[in-house]
T-cell receptor, first 115, second 120 residues
Framework: AQKITQTQPGMFVQEKEAVTLDCTYD???????LFWYKQPSSGEMIFLIY??????QNATEGRYSLNFQKARKSANLVISASQLGDSAMYFC????????????FGAGTTVTVRA | SAVISQKPSRDICQRGTSLTIQCQVD?????MFWYRQQPGQSLTLIAT?????????ESGFVIDKFPISRPNLTFSTLTVSNMSPEDSSIYLC?????????????????FGSGTQLSVL
């Protein structure tokens, strides 16, 4: 079964607007971590933000925030004030359990920021 | 943080040949991971490489096809053997955050810049 689901293959957003990227996950573990990575066309994977399953507050890192809804098992990424440099592929990922280092990745969402 | 140098950045290879990808980290790390990203797809874990032990392969990946070396705590290689066009992918090396506590859920992975492999 798919552990991470990203239902939006591609999105367009106007510069300076906010965009929300959807991510739902499936796990029976009580302890897990959720991550978002950005992959520009150059190919490197850039860590953006992390949310732990026990974190009560939504994570924020600069223009990135994570809308964590545990009951719904969703961890949507919000990018505020989009910039042209935000055009990239965005991956949601999950680590289950305290001693499992593996990350399971979703299919990704391509974001294109328009001037 | 960790700085990862991955070589080569790209290569075009002939069917039936092998390519060895190198991954060098600027910090000592216990675990290194090799991922494959097929064109337009997500990342799939190939194997986990610990220093001093055999690599652990994920379902669908075998040592004969993807032999891995991990001679020390800062270096690993992945070989793609007997290549076919289906092996055309980006191969990414990643490491755990050396500054996070071992076993920490929030331990993010750092990635190399990837090796874009095309097999003709």
């Amino acid at each position: 079964a798919q552990k991470i689901t990203q239902t939006q293959p591609g999105m367009f957003v106007q510069e300076k607007e906010a965009v929300t990227l959807d991510c739902t996950y499936d796990t029976s573990d009580q302890s897990y971590g959720l991550f978002w990575y950005k992959q520009p066309s150059s190919g490197e994977m850039i860590f953006l933000i992390y949310q732990g399953s026990y974190d009560e507050q939504n994570a924020t890192e600069g223009r990135y925030s994570l809308n964590f809804q545990k009951a719904r098992k969703s961890a949507n990424l919000v990018i505020s004030a989009s910039q042209l440099g935000d055009s990239a592929m965005y991956f949601c990922a999950m680590r289950e359990g305290r001693y499992d280092y593996k990350l399971s990745f979703g299919a990704g969402t391509t974001v294109t920021v328009r001037a | 943080s960790a700085v990862i140098s991955q070589k080569p950045s790209r290569d075009i290879c002939q069917r039936g040949t092998s390519l060895t990808i190198q991954c060098q980290v600027d910090s000592q790390v216990t675990m290194m991971f090799w991922y494959r990203q097929q064109p337009g797809q997500s990342l799939t874990l190939i194997a986990t490489a610990n220093q001093g032990s055999e690599a652990t392969y994920e379902s669908g990946f075998v040592i004969d096809k993807f032999p891995i070396s991990r001679p020390n705590l800062t270096f690993s290689t992945l070989t793609v053997s007997n290549m076919s066009p289906e092996d055309s992918s980006i191969y990414l090396c990643s490491v755990e955050d050396p500054e996070a506590g071992q076993g920490s859920l929030m331990e993010k992975l750092f990635f190399g810049s990837g090796t874009q492999l095309s097999v003709l």
